[in-house]
């Protein structure tokens, strides 16, 4: 069983930066694709990025492309998500999740966080 904790949401202006950290423990954290998601008020559950175990693969989505990049450290069972450009419309909460394939579907990750608020406004 794996368990993932967020940290580092907050209330930002647009055009500020964030960086997220999501920590796993329970499982071998090497062994697992990690993803990022958020889901606003009303909205779907929707993909942000996502990085294999050994980082070789990386994939974000067209909205934030450019924008965000996922990364992890191995040695600190870590994956990051940088934010920067920040826009209203990026306000949601944010969930990492792990999972055995690096993939952009939700079904696909099997442990999930609790999440942490992102705001962006001024």
């Known amino acids: 069983q794996v368990q993932l904790v967020e940290s580092g949401g907050g209330l930002v202006q647009p055009g500020g930066s964030l960086r997220l950290s999501c920590t796993a423990s329970?499982?071998?954290?090497?062994?697992?694709?990690m993803g990022w998601f958020r889901q606003a008020p009303e909205k779907e559950r929707e993909f942000v990025a996502a990085?294999?175990?050994?980082?070789?693969?990386?994939y974000h989505a067209g909205s934030v492309k450019g924008r965000f990049a996922i990364s992890r450290d191995n040695t600190k069972n870590t994956v990051y998500l940088q934010m920067n450009s920040l826009k209203p419309e990026d306000s949601a909460v944010y969930y990492c999740?792990?999972?055995?394939?690096?993939?952009?579907?939700?079904?696909?990750?099997?442990?999930w966080g609790q999440g942490t608020q992102v705001t962006v406004s001024s």
């Open positions: 990085i294999s175990g050994s980082s070789g693969t990386t």
């Open positions: 999740a792990a999972g055995r394939l690096t993939t952009t579907q939700t079904k696909q990750y099997n442990y």
């Open positions: 329970g499982g071998t954290f090497s062994n697992y694709a």
